[in-house]
């Protein structure tokens, strides 16, 4: 007989044992195994549903726990778990800040190729998605005080998982089996005035029953997080771009724009701009009184420049109404059950219900110059103003509704999610095969109203004023038959006989009438639904054969899954009488049955220059309603040539369905910024560009107005495919036994996605007109629609193609050492633990078929070359302190694609590296009582002003503490 390691007998061991989809491991093994093996663990790794130690799957893992969490200060798992190098923070609870659908929803992207294709489990079963039409899961639905691990996996798991797992899984495994009653108490906020505070409470008591054969518990918590607004950030003072002056082209030496503060517009502002486009324009005080517009100093688009440092509220700035952090107020209640029926029966159960508040601020409803004032008539307009208008005809007003209130996108959230099943073994001859039966249901609710809208057509009423001969009051003109002339026609759209007049001249200078009968809400219900019916059996082949490295583990499975959306908005928004989207009511659902299997051969073992050689396979097939048939593999490799030194590696094939929206949304109106590729900024960005842009008759040095959102036009294609995708992993992790609890792991990732499904961006649309070889693009272009006049795009037609591709590829590399120091002299242990990312290839080829066309995003803002995070714990008896740091690269903020921008683009076109300091720690006061506290970014480092990206710490030093209770 050979003398195995004790990763070697966990193997051994593991293939005795089920894997599960769920975290919980069965109690029954083989009374002899077990007494020969008593000091090895046995866990179930996200990857594999045959268990194994952490550090022997072929799939590069990293897990954080839960005393980790409660470092971050932060109620929100996905914003703990997007600070983690190998994350992207595109969806968490801030990167979705200016999404209406999504405000409050946090969720995961992976190597930053969405969030779409990151595949997020809870103990190993899915998850009800937080965003309509997506299988987007929310993490902040998660309780913090729930979690006991986060597992994170790279690379395809479509064969072991299923759909969406493309470029990883991350599985989150909760607490189980508590006895006794736990109160815990958290707190945060900025100590700089910034206001970001949050607290939580929860309660979590559990209990044996049926003397130890089954456990129940039971859990309920409340959080709170406070708003932020955009302007208490402080770094932030409204920074844009303007345009050089001494600028004379591409490549001449010369910034082409400069960085300033202050970069805001003076044709619109809360009180109103008359002739906002001309140089005479001027403006009101909050009164009604005319008064002088501001002016500008230096140019960033026909709209926006850097603005006079007196200007204050005579011109527009975003900040001043936009939130960098919604509020949110959410209470959870939930409660587990396992019961051992027989020896080899068990019943689980749990249950979620959450229920979230959330407050969203968008800019107020605004019209651009597309007010008209009669200026002899108007029943508001003072003497001065009508005198400076020469007393006559029509002028154009630009306004911000402020007065209405801003679009404030409040949500009412609510999630209940179901789990049940069956668990056990049964034997097979000598061997005991591990069963699971389990069912899911999930639904996602969310009713979210969007307030104080404008109805432009009632506007255009009430704002077309006059005075009443007969009271001399101001009334509408609609509603005076001897004010109207021949060929009036009454604008407005919503209950036109209770015209009320409206006087848009200063600040909330009307009725609150005339408020009302302008704007409107807009309601929109969401509802998510998500039933699995699921099955799995696992064991070994001990008791028939076994190989040279020992028995061959197999598992395999069945689900069946229905996923469903709907979207529902009001009938008045539906009208189009409003200026939100006149978006139809959506609909789709799809099922999927699935097959899988999973076998790992242990082809030697205890061999000399082979301690281990073992071979993991996988397989799925996929029947979507929707999208075919399709299958996905996977094949692993795990060698040992010494019980120090391991390589492994794993090689796959991988798959992601169109989701609801994708496959089934219907064509919907909308908005979108689009930077015009003919504007004489960004003509030379192609090279096919300047004679393109020529063939549409756009003239020579063109400087578009696309400051402001245009039109679109866009909807689903239920002729979408699944992607495709291969995803490569090779690494080597060395234990050395001389260094007791050290390790280091070192994984090269690469990820490549083909008929990848995208919503072709209104941006690239208009980019593919003129940038297409031998002329301009005749697809593209008829989805374009230019003005005749001033040639702006005034409408871009999109939807989804399976037509894009992705590739990325990087480093990881992870280090922990645990250690005593009293060979120092010194009393306690020291736990470093140090994960480094390299990003070495991060592109996108937005049209797969023009390969010429790439978009490389490495080393630009949200995507740094180069991320760490350190940590280091100094345990003393019942005290924990630890440091942590984490490292951000120096990124740029232009286009680093082949034929994109340069570093001439602009002056410091580039956010610095950021390094930031937390200091943490623990203390066990009591056998019922634990408190913690921490700074987080001790030395309050903060990046430059115009950065505003969700992977970076904009808030600043900030303090929390928190205070556990058991009894």
Not at 48 to 65: D, G, Q, V, Y
Not at 144 to 170: F, K, N, Q
Not at 750 to 758: F, N
Not at 759 to 775: F, H, K, L, W, Y
């Amino acid at each position: 007989m050979y003398n195995n390691s004790k990763v070697a007998k966990a193997i051994r061991l593991a293939m005795i044992v089920s894997a599960s989809a769920a975290a919980t491991i069965s109690a029954p093994v083989f009374a002899a195994e077990a007494d020969e093996l008593e000091s090895v663990e046995r866990i179930s790794v996200t990857g594999s549903r045959i268990k194994r130690a952490e550090l022997s799957t072929p799939s590069p893992t990293l897990t954080i726990n839960a005393q980790e969490l409660v470092r971050f200060g932060n109620p929100d798992l996905g914003s703990m778990l997007a600070e983690l190098p190998a994350l992207g923070a595109t969806s968490t609870i801030i990167g979705n800040n200016n999404d209406g659908a999504e405000a409050g929803v946090s969720s995961v992207d992976l190597r930053r190729l969405g969030t779409k294709r990151t595949l997020v489990l809870i103990n190993g079963k899915r998850h009800v998605a937080g965003s309509p039409g997506s299988s987007q899961v929310d993490l902040s639905t998660i309780p913090a005080a729930l979690i006991e691990r986060v597992e994170v996996i790279t690379g395809g798991a479509s064969a072991i998982y299923g759909s969406d797992a493309v470029s990883g899984v991350v599985n989150v495994i909760l607490k189980k089996d508590f006895d006794g009653l736990e109160f815990n108490l958290t707190g945060g906020n900025s100590t700089e005035s910034v206001g970001n505070e949050n607290y939580t409470f929860s309660v979590l008591g559990g209990t044996d029953i049926a003397d130890g054969r089954g456990n129940i518990t039971f859990f309920a918590g409340i959080e709170d997080t406070t708003e932020v607004m955009s302007s208490a950030v402080r770094q932030w003072d409204s920074w844009g771009s303007v345009i050089n002056p001494d600028n004379e082209g591409e490549e001449d030496g010369v910034f082409d724009k400069f960085r300033r503060p202050n970069v805001g517009s003076e044709m619109i502002n809360d009180f109103g701009v008359m002739n906002p486009f001309s140089g005479d324009r001027f403006t009101f005080d909050k009164s009604g009184n005319r008064q002088d517009a501001c002016s500008r100093s230096l140019d960033n688009s026909f709209a926006f420049g850097e603005l006079e440092a007196s200007c204050g509220d005579r011109g527009f700035f975003g900040e001043q109404y936009e939130n960098y952090i919604p509020g949110v107020q959410r209470t959870t209640v939930g409660s587990t059950i396992n019961y051992e029926i027989t020896e080899n029966i068990n019943f689980f159960g749990d249950f979620k219900y959450t229920r979230a508040d959330i407050q969203q601020q968008f800019q107020p409803s605004f019209r651009f110059g597309s007010i008209d004032i009669n200026v002899a008539d108007n029943a508001f307009l003072s003497d001065e103003a009508r005198a400076e208008l020469g007393g006559t005809g029509t002028a154009s007003m630009a306004k911000f509704f402020g007065e209405l209130g801003n679009r404030s996108s409040n949500h009412n959230r609510e999630l209940f999610r179901f789990v049940g099943g069956l668990d056990g073994f049964f034997s097979l001859g000598d061997t005991d095969v591990d069963y699971e039966l389990f069912y899911i249901y999930g639904e996602t609710s969310n009713n979210r109203v969007s307030e104080n809208d404008l109805i432009p057509g009632n506007l255009a009423a009430g704002i077309d004023s006059v005075i009443d001969p007969a009271t001399g009051q101001a009334v509408c003109r609609s509603q005076l038959e001897s004010a109207q002339d021949a060929d009036y026609s009454d604008p407005a759209t919503v209950d036109a006989g209770s015209c009320v007049a409206y006087n848009p001249f200063g600040f909330a200078q009307s009725s609150p009438e005339a408020l009302d009968w302008v704007s409107a809400d807009v309601t929109r219900k969401d509802v998510i639904k998500q039933e699995v019916i699921g099955g799995s059996l696992a064991g070994d082949t001990g008791a028939f054969f076994e190989l040279p490295g020992g028995a061959v583990g197999i598992a395999a499975g069945f689900e069946y899954r229905t996923e469903s959306s709907s979207t529902i908005t009001d009938e008045l928004t539906k009208s189009g009488a409003t200026t939100n989207s006149a978006t139809p009511d959506e609909f789709g659902e799809y099922d999927v049955t699935e097959m899988f299997v999973e076998v790992s051969l242990p082809l030697i073992s205890g061999q000399f220059l082979a301690e281990e050689l073992t071979l993991d396979g996988a397989y799925r097939y996929s029947d979507y309603s929707h999208a075919g048939s399709v299958d996905a593999w996977k094949v692993g490799m795990m060698y040992a040539p010494i019980a120090d030194l391991r390589f492994r590696g794993t090689y796959g094939a991988a798959v992601r369905a169109p989701n609801i929206s994708e496959a089934f949304s219907p064509l919907s109106p909308g908005f979108a910024r689009v930077s015009d590729p003919c504007d004489a900024d960004n003509i030379l960005d192609d090279p096919d560009r300047v004679s393109n842009c020529a063939a549409l008759g756009i003239p020579v040095g063109f400087e578009a107005n696309d400051n402001v959102s245009i039109d679109t036009f866009s909807g689903g294609n239920d002729e979408l495919t699944p992607e495709e995708s291969t995803s490569l992993t090779i690494g080597t992790v060395w234990t050395p036994s001389y260094l007791e609890n050290f390790s280091i792991t070192l994984d090269f990732y690469d990820i490549e996605i083909k008929d990848a499904i995208i919503e072709v961006e209104s941006q690239d649309i208009a980019d593919n007109c003129v940038d297409a070889t031998g002329g301009p693009d005749a697809v593209y272009c008829g989805a374009v629609d230019r003005s005749a006049t001033t040639y702006d795009i005034d409408l871009v037609r999109s939807g989804f193609l399976n037509a894009s591709a992705y590739n990325t590829s990087g480093i990881d590399v992870e280090m922990r050492y645990n250690f005593a120091l009293d060979s120092l002299g010194v009393p306690g242990e020291l736990y470093l633990k140090l994960f480094v990312n390299k990003l070495l290839e991060l592109e996108q080829f937005e049209f797969q078929d023009r390969p010429d066309e790439i978009n490389v995003e490495v080393g630009e803002t949200g995507d740094p070359e180069l991320q760490a995070s350190f940590s280091a714990t100094y345990n003393l008896d019942d005290l924990s302190v630890t440091w942590q740091s984490r490292y951000i690269d120096r990124v740029v903020t232009y286009d680093v694609s082949p034929g994109g921008g340069s570093p001439e683009d602009l002056e410091q076109g580039y956010i610095p590296s950021v390094t930031t300091h937390d200091l943490s720690f623990n203390y066990i006061v009591s056998e019922n009582v634990k408190v913690n506290a921490g700074l987080r970014n001790i030395f309050d480092k903060l990046p430059k002003g115009w950065t505003n990206d969700p992977l970076y710490d904009l808030v600043g030093r900030r303090a929390y503490a928190g205070v556990t209770v058991n009894f």
